[in-house]
Protein backbone atom coordinates (compact mmCIF):
# COMPACT_ATOMS: atom_id res chain seq x y z
CA UNK A 1 0.00 0.00 0.00
CA UNK A 2 0.74 3.37 -0.71
CA UNK A 3 2.01 5.90 2.05
CA UNK A 4 0.75 9.19 1.49
CA UNK A 5 4.07 10.44 1.23
CA UNK A 6 4.81 8.39 -1.73
CA UNK A 7 1.23 9.11 -3.07
CA UNK A 8 2.34 12.49 -3.06
CA UNK A 9 5.45 11.95 -4.69
CA UNK A 10 3.56 10.23 -7.47
CA UNK A 11 1.27 12.84 -7.94
CA UNK A 12 3.86 15.61 -8.33
CA UNK A 13 6.21 13.49 -10.72
CA UNK A 14 3.49 12.62 -13.01
CA UNK A 15 1.73 16.29 -12.97
CA UNK A 16 5.42 18.04 -14.21
CA UNK A 17 5.64 14.81 -16.37
CA UNK A 18 2.14 16.25 -17.93
CA UNK A 19 0.78 12.50 -17.18
CA UNK A 20 -2.55 11.48 -15.61
CA UNK A 21 -2.65 9.62 -12.23
CA UNK A 22 -4.74 7.37 -10.86
CA UNK A 23 -3.80 6.21 -6.82
CA UNK A 24 -5.58 5.48 -3.68
CA UNK A 25 -4.81 4.72 -0.51
CA UNK A 26 -7.05 4.72 2.62
CA UNK A 27 -7.03 8.39 3.25
CA UNK A 28 -6.08 10.10 -0.18
CA UNK A 29 -6.78 9.33 -3.91
CA UNK A 30 -4.84 11.12 -6.70
CA UNK A 31 -6.46 11.57 -9.88
CA UNK A 32 -7.11 13.21 -13.10
CA UNK A 33 -10.20 15.33 -13.83
CA UNK A 34 -10.85 17.06 -16.86
CA UNK A 35 -7.05 17.77 -17.45
CA UNK A 36 -6.16 18.56 -14.17
CA UNK A 37 -4.65 15.96 -11.83
CA UNK A 38 -6.01 16.13 -8.09
CA UNK A 39 -5.42 14.69 -4.80
CA UNK A 40 -8.58 14.07 -2.48
CA UNK A 41 -8.35 13.90 0.79
CA UNK A 42 -11.45 11.39 2.21
CA UNK A 43 -12.21 14.24 5.41
CA UNK A 44 -10.70 17.51 3.20
CA UNK A 45 -12.20 16.94 -0.74
CA UNK A 46 -9.62 18.75 -2.86
CA UNK A 47 -6.33 19.61 -1.21
CA UNK A 48 -4.14 19.87 -4.23
CA UNK A 49 -4.22 20.56 -7.99
CA UNK A 50 -2.01 20.81 -11.27
CA UNK A 51 -3.40 21.66 -14.22
CA UNK A 52 -1.69 19.17 -16.92
CA UNK A 53 -2.82 21.59 -20.12
CA UNK A 54 0.00 24.64 -18.53
CA UNK A 55 3.15 25.01 -20.29
CA UNK A 56 4.96 24.85 -16.99
CA UNK A 57 3.66 22.86 -14.04
CA UNK A 58 1.80 25.02 -11.69
CA UNK A 59 0.31 23.42 -8.02
CA UNK A 60 -2.26 24.90 -6.00
CA UNK A 61 -2.56 23.52 -2.63
CA UNK A 62 -4.90 24.03 0.03
CA UNK A 63 -3.79 26.27 2.92
CA UNK A 64 -5.53 24.44 5.80
CA UNK A 65 -5.10 20.74 4.96
CA UNK A 66 -3.60 18.74 7.43
CA UNK A 67 -1.81 16.94 4.84
CA UNK A 68 0.11 20.61 3.99
CA UNK A 69 3.50 19.45 5.56
CA UNK A 70 3.58 16.20 3.17
CA UNK A 71 2.86 17.90 -0.27
CA UNK A 72 5.20 20.93 0.69
CA UNK A 73 7.84 18.65 1.78
CA UNK A 74 7.61 16.34 -1.38
CA UNK A 75 7.23 20.11 -3.55
CA UNK A 76 10.31 21.16 -2.05
CA UNK A 77 11.89 17.67 -3.42
CA UNK A 78 11.33 18.85 -6.52
CA UNK A 79 12.18 22.60 -6.51
CA UNK A 80 8.67 23.94 -5.83
CA UNK A 81 8.10 27.05 -4.03
CA UNK A 82 5.36 28.97 -2.52
CA UNK A 83 4.82 32.18 -5.35
CA UNK A 84 1.99 34.77 -3.31
CA UNK A 85 -0.86 34.84 -1.30
CA UNK A 86 -3.72 32.53 -0.99
CA UNK A 87 -5.78 32.80 -3.11
CA UNK A 88 -9.84 32.96 -2.60
CA UNK A 89 -9.92 29.25 -2.86
CA UNK A 90 -7.93 29.27 0.53
CA UNK A 91 -5.09 27.72 -2.63
CA UNK A 92 -1.20 28.53 -2.10
CA UNK A 93 0.34 28.59 -5.73
CA UNK A 94 3.53 26.53 -6.21
CA UNK A 95 5.89 27.20 -8.77
CA UNK A 96 9.72 25.69 -9.81
CA UNK A 97 12.66 27.48 -8.82
CA UNK A 98 16.19 26.67 -9.80
CA UNK A 99 17.97 25.59 -6.97
CA UNK A 100 22.12 25.88 -6.84
CA UNK A 101 24.13 22.89 -7.11
CA UNK A 102 24.94 20.96 -3.70
CA UNK A 103 21.72 22.18 -1.61
CA UNK A 104 18.44 21.04 -1.15
CA UNK A 105 15.61 22.94 -1.03
CA UNK A 106 13.34 23.55 2.32
CA UNK A 107 9.78 25.11 2.67
CA UNK A 108 8.86 25.36 6.19
CA UNK A 109 7.81 27.46 9.22
CA UNK A 110 10.39 29.09 9.93
CA UNK A 111 10.84 27.00 13.53
CA UNK A 112 12.28 24.17 11.55
CA UNK A 113 15.05 26.81 9.92
CA UNK A 114 15.78 27.98 13.37
CA UNK A 115 16.38 24.09 14.41
CA UNK A 116 18.63 23.64 11.47
CA UNK A 117 20.40 27.12 12.21
CA UNK A 118 21.43 25.25 15.49
CA UNK A 119 23.20 22.99 13.68
CA UNK A 120 25.16 24.92 11.20
CA UNK A 121 25.32 28.29 13.38
CA UNK A 122 29.22 27.28 13.75
CA UNK A 123 30.05 28.30 10.21
CA UNK A 124 28.37 31.33 10.65
CA UNK A 125 30.94 32.50 13.17
CA UNK A 126 34.01 31.75 11.03
CA UNK A 127 35.15 34.34 8.75
CA UNK A 128 33.75 35.07 4.99
CA UNK A 129 30.60 34.25 4.26
CA UNK A 130 28.80 31.51 5.58
CA UNK A 131 26.69 29.29 2.99
CA UNK A 132 25.92 26.41 5.00
CA UNK A 133 22.25 27.72 4.88
CA UNK A 134 20.74 30.65 2.27
CA UNK A 135 17.42 31.64 2.59
CA UNK A 136 14.55 32.64 -0.01
CA UNK A 137 13.86 36.56 -0.29
CA UNK A 138 13.73 39.51 -3.21
CA UNK A 139 13.89 36.74 -5.67
CA UNK A 140 17.28 35.59 -4.81
CA UNK A 141 18.51 32.81 -2.82
CA UNK A 142 20.79 35.16 0.58
CA UNK A 143 23.35 33.86 2.81
CA UNK A 144 21.75 33.45 6.83
CA UNK A 145 24.66 35.33 8.90
CA UNK A 146 22.64 35.10 12.34
CA UNK A 147 19.26 34.16 13.73
CA UNK A 148 17.95 35.57 16.57
CA UNK A 149 14.29 35.27 18.39
CA UNK A 150 12.74 38.39 20.28
CA UNK A 151 9.31 38.91 21.30
CA UNK A 152 7.65 35.86 19.34
CA UNK A 153 9.25 36.98 15.95
CA UNK A 154 12.56 35.11 14.24
CA UNK A 155 14.86 37.87 12.82
CA UNK A 156 16.70 36.24 9.84
CA UNK A 157 19.96 38.77 9.17
CA UNK A 158 21.44 38.37 5.59
CA UNK A 159 23.87 40.32 3.60
CA UNK A 160 23.00 43.51 3.99
CA UNK A 161 18.81 42.73 4.99
CA UNK A 162 17.08 41.78 7.78
CA UNK A 163 13.93 39.55 7.77
CA UNK A 164 11.11 39.21 10.65
CA UNK A 165 8.86 36.22 10.29
CA UNK A 166 6.25 34.56 13.03
CA UNK A 167 6.99 31.06 13.83
CA UNK A 168 4.57 30.17 12.01
CA UNK A 169 5.00 32.03 9.12
CA UNK A 170 6.49 30.37 5.83
CA UNK A 171 10.38 30.22 4.57
CA UNK A 172 12.42 29.29 2.18
CA UNK A 173 15.67 27.97 2.67
CA UNK A 174 18.34 25.78 0.93
CA UNK A 175 20.66 23.97 3.14
CA UNK A 176 24.09 22.35 1.88
CA UNK A 177 23.89 18.20 0.71
CA UNK A 178 26.19 15.78 0.07
CA UNK A 179 26.53 14.85 -3.74
CA UNK A 180 24.16 12.67 -5.34
CA UNK A 181 22.36 12.64 -1.90
CA UNK A 182 18.60 11.49 -3.30
CA UNK A 183 16.92 11.13 -6.51
CA UNK A 184 13.55 12.65 -6.70
CA UNK A 185 12.35 9.86 -8.89
CA UNK A 186 9.13 7.63 -7.72
CA UNK A 187 9.51 5.12 -10.66
CA UNK A 188 11.32 3.13 -7.43
CA UNK A 189 8.32 3.53 -5.33
CA UNK A 190 5.70 2.36 -7.69
CA UNK A 191 7.83 -0.62 -8.31
CA UNK A 192 8.86 -1.48 -4.22
CA UNK A 193 4.35 -1.43 -3.54
CA UNK A 194 3.67 -3.90 -6.39
CA UNK A 195 5.81 -6.25 -5.17
Known amino acids: MLSNLDLMRVFVYSSIQKQEVLLSNPFLTAQTVYKSNQVIAKIEGVIATSEL ?3 ASIFSINATSSYWDVINEVLADY ?3 LTGEIDRRGFYEYRYCQVPNGYKMHGTKSVYLWRAWW ?12 L ?5 TRDAWYPIRDLTISD ?14 HADD ?3 WLSKTQPNSNSTSPTGILNK ?3
Open 79 to 81: SYI
Open 53 to 55: TDT
Open 119 to 130: KYRKYALQLGIP
Open 170 to 172: IVT
Open 152 to 165: GLLYIKTLGNEIAV
Open 193 to 195: NRE
Open 132 to 136: ELLIR
